[in-house]
């Protein structure tokens, strides 16, 4: 029987310091998975997906699974600093060498340098960067399309960027903003983005016109804003009635659900135009400078870096806020296509400029914010063919799920672990299939092995725990007690 943190079979909350664990944070990783990285490198980053790396990034092999190791350890890293620093948080970014974390105060810089990355001292927050943007925003009728394509706000100059066909155009808007314009950049281009919606593909769906599928959710996928409005039936690749729109917003954003129905079954996975499937596994959000991928119904596989987060976007339908900016091509019909770095689900294809025979500018929607909008669930590599896994945890930095029988045991995140390098809480959340019988313990490396430091237990499938603790490695665990089944949960860390 593996209960034993307390003889009560009920839910336990410990609280820091209540199992006896090593002395002091242990000096070195656990030895099952390479200390250089606070989570193993994703297993499922396919094969195809390294290939475009290789081709696009000008890569080797072995530097693409580098690369795809070093950007998950370099964004939790900057994920938990982003918690952790709070006001002084001015954004984080990726080179070839370091994860660079800009902050406001000399004190958050030792702090950054603590947590192995490196600090870099700046007049504006992110908060106060954002706050400039979100003026924009609301100004966004005074920016004419044709002359200003977009704006953002760029952590590594420690400003907002105003992108201008006419700089003109682009200094009068600013000003009829009444922004700091200490605090902005004009930056000339020739972007001219446009929405893809009406091209060919091989993993398309129609609608009137053609875009691609995003990613698979319980009942259906996501995809563009801009392919469809609710009520719109769509036909899949080979013209079968496929679903209907249920949810849409565009512009302002640019995502949308389609239902689908019997004919189809939503799977976790996306198109490599190999013949073959690329299986995700989460949706945990990558930072500025991580490579990543797009899979579309055009142009297949193609890769980049993401080079900011919340742009909004100018088309000439009206203006998208939240959008991510990469440097990845893409092509009319990639619409609504999936993104990925690694194994972890980014975002489905709004619109770009350029092409993949010159290069261009793609930006994607967030794929959280759409799951998020509709109440959706990803359909993820740990459900497979089974019945979706349950959804109940909701409210945690991160998801995950899995499948797990009888007297077995399961690790969370990925099968590895995280590190935490500040002090703080650690939350966990458990949701099982119904008639099962699943525990979840919180276990922290003590320079030898794993000790459990928090447990959950009671008699059915669904747990919960929160353990405030020091600086070190954690990783969860799923136990299940009795029975068989999918399951999802929800983990924060300081």
Same mark, same amino acid.
């Given at each position: =029987?593996?209960?034993?943190?307390?003889?009560? !079979?009920?839910?336990?909350? $410990?609280?820091?310091?209540?199992?006896?664990?090593?002395?002091?944070?242990a000096a070195a990783a656990p030895s099952d998975v390479p200390a250089?990285?606070?989570?193993?490198?994703?297993?499922?980053?396919?094969?195809? =997906?390294?290939?475009?790396?290789?081709?696009?990034?000008?890569?080797?092999?072995?530097?693409?699974?580098?690369?795809?190791? @070093?950007?998950?350890?370099?964004?939790?890293? /900057?994920?938990?600093?982003?918690?952790?620093?709070?006001?002084?948080?001015?954004?984080?970014?990726?080179?070839?060498?370091? $994860?660079?974390?800009? &902050?406001?105060?000399?004190?958050? %810089?030792?702090? &950054?340098?603590?947590?192995?990355?490196?600090?870099?001292?700046?007049? @504006?927050?992110?908060?106060?960067?954002?706050? *400039?943007?979100?003026?924009?925003?609301?100004?966004?009728?005074?920016?004419?399309?044709?002359?200003?394509?977009?704006?953002?706000?760029?952590?590594?100059?420690?400003?907002?960027?105003?992108?201008? @066909?006419?700089?003109?155009?682009?200094? %009068?808007?600013?000003?009829?903003?009444?922004?700091?314009?200490?605090?902005?950049?004009?930056?000339?281009?020739?972007? #001219?983005?446009?929405?893809?919606?009406?091209?060919?593909?091989?993993?398309?769906?129609?609608?009137?016109?053609?875009?691609?599928?995003?990613?698979?959710?319980?009942?259906?996928?996501?995809?563009?804003?801009?392919?469809?409005?609710?009520?719109?039936?769509?036909?899949?690749?080979?013209?079968?009635?496929?679903?209907?729109?249920?949810?849409?917003?565009?512009?302002?954003? /640019?995502?949308?659900?389609?239902?689908?129905?019997?004919?189809?079954?939503?799977?976790?996975?996306?198109?490599?135009?190999?013949?073959?499937?690329?299986?995700?596994?989460?949706? +945990?959000?990558? %930072?500025?400078? #991580?490579?990543?991928?797009?899979?579309?119904?055009?142009?297949?596989?193609?890769?980049?870096?993401?080079?900011?987060?919340?742009?909004?976007?100018?088309?000439?339908?009206?203006?998208?806020?939240?959008?991510?900016?990469?440097?990845?091509?893409?092509?009319?019909?990639?619409?609504?296509?999936?993104?990925?770095?690694?194994?972890?689900?980014?975002?489905?294809?709004?619109?770009?400029?350029?092409?993949?025979?010159?290069?261009?500018?793609?930006?994607?929607?967030?794929?959280?914010? *759409?799951?998020?909008?509709?109440?959706?669930?990803? @359909? +993820?590599?740990?459900?497979?063919?089974?019945?979706?896994?349950?959804?109940?945890?909701?409210?945690?930095?991160?998801?995950?799920?899995?499948?797990?029988?009888?007297?077995?045991?399961?690790?969370?995140?990925?099968?590895?672990?995280?590190?935490?390098?500040?002090?703080?809480?650690?939350?966990?959340? $458990?949701?099982?299939?119904?008639? &099962?019988?699943?525990?979840?313990?919180?276990?922290?490396?003590?320079?030898?092995?794993?000790?459990?430091?928090?447990?959950?237990?009671?008699?059915?499938?669904?747990?919960?725990?929160?353990?405030?603790?020091? !600086?070190?490695?954690?990783?969860?665990?799923?136990?299940?007690?009795?029975?068989?089944?999918?399951?999802?949960?929800?983990?924060?860390?300081?």
């Amino acid at each position: =029987m593996r209960r034993s943190l307390a003889a009560a !079979a009920a839910a336990i909350l $410990l609280p820091a310091g209540a199992l006896t664990i090593a002395a002091a944070p242990a000096a070195a990783a656990p030895s099952d998975v390479p200390a250089t990285s606070a989570v193993a490198p994703p297993a499922a980053a396919s094969s195809e =997906m390294f290939a475009a790396m290789q081709r696009d990034l000008g890569l080797t092999a072995d530097q693409a699974r580098t690369r795809v190791a @070093r950007d998950e350890k370099g964004s939790r890293t /900057d994920s938990s600093l982003r918690r952790s620093l709070g006001a002084a948080y001015a954004g984080g970014w990726l080179t070839a060498d370091a $994860l660079v974390v800009a &902050v406001t105060s000399p004190a958050a %810089a030792d702090r &950054v340098r603590a947590a192995g990355a490196r600090p870099k001292l700046v007049d @504006r927050s992110g908060a106060d960067l954002d706050r *400039i943007k979100s003026t924009l925003d609301r100004h966004a009728a005074k920016a004419p399309a044709a002359a200003i394509p977009g704006w953002y706000v760029d952590v590594t100059t420690n400003t907002v960027v105003v992108l201008a @066909r006419d700089t003109g155009a682009a200094a %009068a808007f600013v000003r009829a903003s009444r922004v700091d314009a200490a605090a902005v950049r004009v930056v000339a281009t020739t972007e #001219a983005p446009r929405t893809y919606y009406d091209v060919r593909g091989g993993d398309a769906y129609y609608m009137g016109g053609r875009c691609s599928v995003g990613f698979s959710v319980t009942g259906g996928f996501v995809t563009a804003g801009h392919c469809g409005t609710v009520g719109t039936a769509t036909q899949g690749y080979n013209q079968v009635s496929q679903g209907t729109f249920r949810g849409s917003s565009f512009p302002g954003n /640019d995502y949308a659900w389609v239902q689908t129905n019997s004919n189809w079954t939503p799977q976790p996975w996306v198109n490599n135009y190999s013949g073959g499937n690329v299986t995700v596994a989460g949706s +945990t959000e990558a %930072a500025v400078g #991580a490579a990543i991928c797009r899979s579309g119904s055009t142009t297949g596989w193609r890769c980049g870096s993401i080079q900011a987060k919340n742009q909004t976007v100018n088309y000439a339908e009206g203006s998208v806020s939240g959008l991510t900016r990469t440097n990845a091509c893409a092509e009319p019909g990639d619409s609504g296509g999936s993104w990925l770095s690694g194994q972890q689900a980014q975002g489905v294809t709004s619109g770009g400029s350029g092409n993949c025979t010159s290069g261009g500018t793609t930006y994607f929607q967030p794929v959280n914010e *759409i799951l998020s909008a509709y109440g959706l669930t990803l @359909r +993820t590599s740990g459900g497979g063919g089974e019945p979706p896994p349950p959804t109940g945890c909701s409210g945690y930095e991160a998801t995950y799920t899995g499948s797990i029988s009888s007297g077995q045991s399961r690790y969370q995140p990925n099968g590895s672990y995280y590190y935490s390098s500040v002090s703080g809480t650690h939350r966990g959340c $458990l949701d099982g299939p119904t008639g &099962v019988d699943f525990d979840l313990y919180l276990q922290k490396w003590n320079g030898a092995s794993w000790v459990d430091v928090a447990g959950s237990y009671t008699p059915g499938p669904d747990e919960s725990l929160s353990y405030t603790g020091t !600086a070190g490695y954690y990783r969860f665990e799923v136990h299940a007690y009795s029975g068989s089944g999918s399951y999802s949960m929800g983990i924060t860390n300081p």
